[in-house]
């Protein structure tokens, strides 16, 4: 396909309408852009009644460290009140959503389960079923979306970093992931009103290049590749270089037998706050040049995993089964499978998925998303 695609929140001629004389709330975070200007500036300036903004994880305009709590606020720039849903409570309330008629998602996704956004959606939704107001989804690429892979989450093992009962990786929109989870009856077998915006010439085939980093520790397409691979190194004793300016492109550890690649983690403001092996050289691969991988492997973690061989590798063991969804696969591990066995643990799962995913599509497939 050579025509750009075109993201859901661009067609204002498309949901203007939906919005006028309704009272509005938004969810929305530094990659809620028209162009290079925020969702929030560009609606206020056509005069649509935003009320609230609704800030998840690292805040509305980017303000927050990951996992750090925000706080409610108002707007400097246009003075609009913006709540929490990454501090007291991750569910609007019934008093926040009294005023509203609408809400709007407009958030750039990456296609991975684990990426928190997609649980804030899910609770937002919610919050529209229980309060019965109208729920929009400004929908944009999924930059992972050319394929599905990795284990399907067992519902023991739900958590804010896996809700749904999808794979690692899921090959959906937001604004597709949000049909399955009205149509599964995910909301505790309820359903929102929802209207999708979908993306024009966009396909399930599209490499998108995205044009804004979606979270400050994925600044560009090389890190949103390697995220799915790297992300389970998080609660091991491995570093993926966060507190560096190429987070999720390198893996390390604090002994020069690792690798000749080495980099030193720093508290970078924006970015992190006290990094694993903050201020200590580290050593292993540097993946920037790697142009080979360009979808979810364990290669990586079955190599490092090898250098301790036994459980002292998984340093929060708890964690690492929330991030993949199931304890089989740390388990798989201990036991000493090699990637080929337990892939082929995942297929009965991932094949009833596919079937699924196919209810919920709003864009041409490709021809088989288990092969990228």
Request: aromatic share 12%.
């Amino acid at each position: 396909m050579n025509t750009i695609p075109i993201p859901g929140a661009w067609q204002l001629d498309s949901y203007l309408p939906l919005l006028q004389g309704k009272q509005i709330g938004l969810v929305v975070n530094p990659s809620s852009t028209i162009s290079d200007r925020h969702l929030v500036d560009t609606l206020a300036e056509l005069r649509v009644n935003i009320k609230t903004i609704f800030a998840p994880e690292h805040g509305f305009r980017g303000e927050a460290d990951p996992g750090q709590k925000i706080e409610n606020s108002i707007d400097q720039k246009t003075g609009i009140p913006v709540i929490s849903l990454y501090g007291k409570h991750r569910q609007p309330t019934p008093k926040e959503m009294a005023d509203l008629d609408v809400v709007v998602f407009d958030i750039q996704d990456v296609g991975l389960r684990f990426y928190t956004f997609i649980s804030t959606m899910h609770y937002v939704m919610q919050a529209c079923a229980e309060n019965h107001k109208s729920f929009i989804v400004l929908d944009r690429p999924n930059p992972n979306g050319y394929y599905v892979d990795g284990p399907v989450l067992d519902s023991a093992f739900q958590s804010f970093v896996g809700m749904h009962p999808i794979p690692m990786i899921h090959g959906l929109t937001v604004g597709e992931l949000a049909r399955m989870i009205n149509g599964e009856g995910w909301l505790g077998n309820m359903s929102c009103s929802l209207t999708v915006i979908p993306v024009k010439y966009y396909d399930h085939s599209t490499r998108y290049s995205l044009p804004v980093k979606p979270s400050p520790n994925l600044p560009n397409d090389r890190s949103i590749q390697l995220y799915a691979s790297l992300c389970l190194f998080e609660p091991t004793k491995m570093s993926i270089g966060r507190g560096t300016l190429f987070p999720f492109q390198v893996i390390g550890f604090p002994d020069s037998s690792f690798g000749e690649f080495s980099f030193t983690p720093r508290s970078i403001p924006g970015m992190v706050t006290h990094p694993k092996y903050e201020e200590k050289q580290c050593f292993g691969v540097d993946l920037r040049t790697n142009d080979s991988i360009s979808s979810f492997t364990l290669s990586y973690l079955l190599k490092f995993y090898h250098r301790f061989n036994d459980e002292s590798f998984f340093t929060n063991p708890h964690f690492f089964d929330l991030l993949a969804g199931t304890d089989q696969m740390r388990k798989q591990l201990l036991a000493g499978y090699n990637e080929k066995a337990i892939r082929k643990t995942w297929q009965p799962a991932l094949e009833k998925y596919l079937k699924m995913r196919k209810k919920y599509l709003l864009y041409p497939d490709v021809t088989n998303p288990l092969k990228p």
